[in-house]
């Protein structure tokens, strides 16, 4: 028996604080999330914690065991469970925040640009990954040479389309959104229309979550259980 808790952590202060405690009082470990993974990464390195090769090239951590003293980030994972890229392809990743960092990860190798409305955070993943950065307006941009565009900016989840250039799209490329809530943003739709093949966030956070629970029980959870349990959550 386990139970998986919401802990909302009120400011950067409180978090070392709360990352000591939960293992006093009987946690097995937590899942980390936004905007505390860069600090929980410099918290947990800071306490000698095993960390693994992703976490530490991204400098951020979303899971970490207190038994075993370690720590990894799974979003890397997650990704690449839903696309993996060719060496030759082209891949165009807009937005630079923590998921399009554990994008660049897993794409990494292969033929990147990146393009943010702040520059200097893409600029900061570009070196990091070597990807070329498009400096200029996104609904400018030619997309007809792109194999993969992956959204990993936080655009559609009210319904806003991501601004660009519908038109330069060809069906062979392949349109990934990061969001799992919609399940459908409307850049997907617009995608699909254009006769894409599109991938939703729904399948990344699934496996980067049982990834999670496979280091903290050291038990692979059933695929199928959890995308059934997540299409009774997500409408
Ligand atoms: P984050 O670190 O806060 O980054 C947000 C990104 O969105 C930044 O690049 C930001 O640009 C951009 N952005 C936000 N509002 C914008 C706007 N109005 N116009 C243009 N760009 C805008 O967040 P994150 O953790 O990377 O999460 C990004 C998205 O990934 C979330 O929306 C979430 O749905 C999804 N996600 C998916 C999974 C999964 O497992 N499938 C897991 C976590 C998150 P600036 O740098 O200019 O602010």
Redesign the pocket.
């Known amino acids: 028996m386990g139970a998986y808790q919401y802990i909302p952590v009120e400011n950067q202060e409180n978090l070392a604080e709360v990352l000591n405690i939960l293992p006093k009082i009987g946690y097995v470990g937590v899942n980390v999330t936004?905007?505390y993974k860069n600090l929980a990464f410099e918290v947990i390195k800071e306490l000698g914690f095993e960390i693994s090769e992703d976490a530490q090239i991204l400098g951020a951590v979303n899971t970490i065991n207190f038994k075993e003293k370690t720590a990894t980030n799974t979003?890397p994972y997650?990704f690449s469970k839903i696309f993996k890229p060719h060496e030759d392809n082209h891949i165009l990743i807009i937005?630079?925040?923590?998921?399009?960092s554990s994008v660049a990860l897993a794409c990494d190798g292969s033929n990147i640009t990146i393009t943010?409305?702040?520059p200097e955070?893409a600029e900061n993943i570009a070196e990091k990954f070597m990807c070329d950065i498009y400096h200029g307006e996104l609904s400018k941009l030619d997309l007809s040479n792109f194999d993969a565009i992956i959204n990993?900016?936080?655009?559609g989840?009210n319904g806003?389309i991501l601004p660009l250039n519908y038109k330069t799209l060809q069906k062979n490329t392949i349109c990934i959104d990061?969001?799992?809530?919609p399940i459908t943003t409307p850049f997907l739709i617009h995608s699909k229309e254009k006769g894409c093949k599109i991938i939703n966030?729904?399948m990344?956070?699934i496996h980067?979550g049982a990834k999670s629970f496979e280091k903290w029980t050291g038990i692979t959870p059933n695929i199928q259980t959890a995308q059934k349990l997540m299409k009774e959550f997500i409408i």
């Open positions: 936004v905007p979003d997650g937005g630079a925040g923590g998921v399009a943010n409305r702040t955070k990993a900016t936080s655009l989840m806003e990061t969001i799992y809530n966030g729904a990344m956070l980067q």
